[in-house]
């Protein structure tokens, strides 16, 4: 397989956060890229005052960065894809963008999530969509506030195909963003859709007040089940300790800039959830606790945040019922 982005121009798709730090990344690189937004007032923000106020506020873009509503326009002649739109409308906006999209192309997928309808990873989702474009993946821990600044950014480029992910992970780098290529999609993957289930716990228990130990404990043992339900559906274990696993953890559990976090902070202080950024975890938190049951896998840190969710249960309820389990091995 072979791709060309680094002659052809870049097209990302999906004028928010992440899809427009991502474009102005390739863009301030010197990379020809073409963001598609569907809103005409980001593409004229984008275009016309290097600025996309409503998902990056205050964060001066590359003059360079071009966008457009029009999606062929994006896709026609393009070297890479990158699909930066939320999980859960993955499958809906490949279907709308199909006849667009050249075929056997790969696409990039940017999204961190686990579709709540089917239980398909967004590349499995792909794949149903689009046989003949190879899916990849792009994940690791990167906020998009910091690599619309121009921080330095470390992410980890995955398909299954090892020459086609280091092709990739080589074209996408820019001196800004270093891309690690792996061959293990799945782990990838999975890494960055469970990791948000987890910030939210986080969150929750950093809103609710239970201190630093409890939030500790909570990673360190909702890892323990990212790393089962991962080894379930096939991730290998030293992708899960790497960028798009534990690095992501790192991140988004320890930080209030991770959207997931800061909902779960605002659950467990009992705030309104409604009109709240994204937070790809409240979605993934269902279908994730319904893998771990249909696989016969102990997730009770994934199970619960699902329970709190869906108001089924508080977070007192939730913190006896973790305490009061069966004493266990550490490592069984
Ligand atoms: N933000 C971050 O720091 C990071 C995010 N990610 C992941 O990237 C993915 C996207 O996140 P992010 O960019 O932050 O999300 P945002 O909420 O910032 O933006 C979502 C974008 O998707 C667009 N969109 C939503 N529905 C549709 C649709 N049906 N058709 C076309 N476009 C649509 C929105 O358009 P509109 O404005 O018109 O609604 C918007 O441009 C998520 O899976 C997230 O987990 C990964 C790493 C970092
Ligand atoms: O995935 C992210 C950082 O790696 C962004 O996290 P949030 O979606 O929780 O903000």
């Given amino acids: 397989m072979s791709v060309n982005t680094s002659n052809g121009r870049i097209a990302v798709l999906g004028g928010g ?34 600025a996309n106020p409503r998902y990056l506020p205050g964060i001066a873009l590359d003059p360079a960065l071009r966008a457009t509503t029009d999606a062929a326009q994006a896709l026609q002649g393009a070297g890479a894809i990158l699909s930066v739109v939320p999980a859960q409308i993955f499958g809906s906006v490949l279907q709308s963008l199909a006849d667009h999209i050249p075929a056997g192309l790969p696409i990039v997928i940017c999204a961190k999530g686990i579709e709540r309808a089917t239980g398909l990873l967004p590349s499995a989702v792909l794949q149903a969509t689009l046989p003949d474009n190879p899916p ?25 195909d090892r020459e086609l992910a280091a092709e990739l992970a080589a074209n996408l780098s820019t001196p800004r963003l270093r891309c690690y290529s792996a061959d293990d999609l799945t782990g990838v993957e999975i890494g960055g859709a469970l990791k948000n289930v987890l910030a939210l716990a986080a969150g929750a228990a950093a809103g609710a007040g ?12 909702g890892f323990v089940e990212l790393r089962r339900i991962g080894a379930a559906l096939g991730a290998q274990g030293e992708t899960l300790m790497g960028l798009s696993g534990l690095g992501d953890l ?15 902070e605002a659950l467990g202080r009992g705030e309104p959830l409604e009109n709240r950024p994204l937070a790809e975890g409240v979605a993934t938190a269902s279908i994730a606790a319904r893998i771990a049951r249909e696989h016969a896998i102990a997730a009770p ?5 699902d329970a709190i969710l869906k108001g089924e249960s508080t977070i007192a309820q939730t913190v006896e019922a973790l305490m009061t389990r069966p004493l266990k091995h550490e490592a069984d």
């Fill in 301 to 305: 840190i994934i199970t619960a945040v």
């Fill in 210 to 221: 239970l201190g630093a130990s409890a939030q500790a404990a909570l990673i360190t043992r």
């Fill in 250 to 264: 790192m991140l988004t559990c320890g930080s209030g800039q991770s959207r997931n976090f800061a909902y779960g």
């Fill in 17 to 50: 956060a992440w899809g427009t730090a991502l474009a102005n990344t390739f863009a301030a690189a010197g990379r020809p890229t073409l963001l598609w937004a569907r809103d005409a007032e980001t593409v004229a923000a984008i275009n016309g005052q290097a």
């Fill in 136 to 160: 990849a993946a792009l994940s690791g821990p990167s906020f998009a506030t910091d690599l619309a600044r121009g921080l330095p950014t470390a992410v980890t480029v995955a398909a299954r």
